[in-house]
């Protein structure tokens, strides 16, 4: 049984900053991809940023330059620092661990106000 466990989102002013931790527990394989997702209401489920187990990201165009997502491998936790928030940044953001089967958070709301 694999479980994410989310904390750190919360409410911030535009311009401020956040950090997401995600710690991933039970038999995951250790070659995998951990990631983040957003969903904003009325709009489907985008990726954010991903990182491979070597360490290689991927970020969606809205966040480059904004926000830096990271991984420590011994502890299977990854991490999201949002710096610059946005109102359009407003979301539930999800943890997602990828390898031979597909792992979700339960979801930390993240709201920017203007």
């Known amino acids: 049984q694999v479980r994410l466990v989310e904390s750190g989102g919360g409410l911030v002013q535009a311009g401020g900053s956040l950090r997401l931790s995600c710690a991933a527990s039970?038999?995951?394989?250790?070659?995998?991809?951990m990631g983040w997702y957003r969903q904003a209401p009325g709009k489907g489920r985008e990726l954010v940023a991903s990182?491979?187990?070597?360490?290689?990201?991927n970020y969606a165009d809205s966040v480059k330059g904004r926000f830096t997502i990271s991984r420590d491998n011994a502890k299977n936790t990854v991490y999201l620092q949002m710096n610059s928030l946005k109102p359009e940044d407003t979301a539930v953001y999800y943890c997602?661990?990828?390898?031979?089967?597909?792992?979700w958070g339960q979801g930390t709301q993240v709201t920017v106000s203007s």
């Open positions: 039970g038999s995951i394989f250790r070659f995998n991809v």
């Open positions: 997602n661990v990828r390898s031979s089967v597909n792992y």
């Open positions: 990182i491979t187990t070597g360490g290689s990201t």
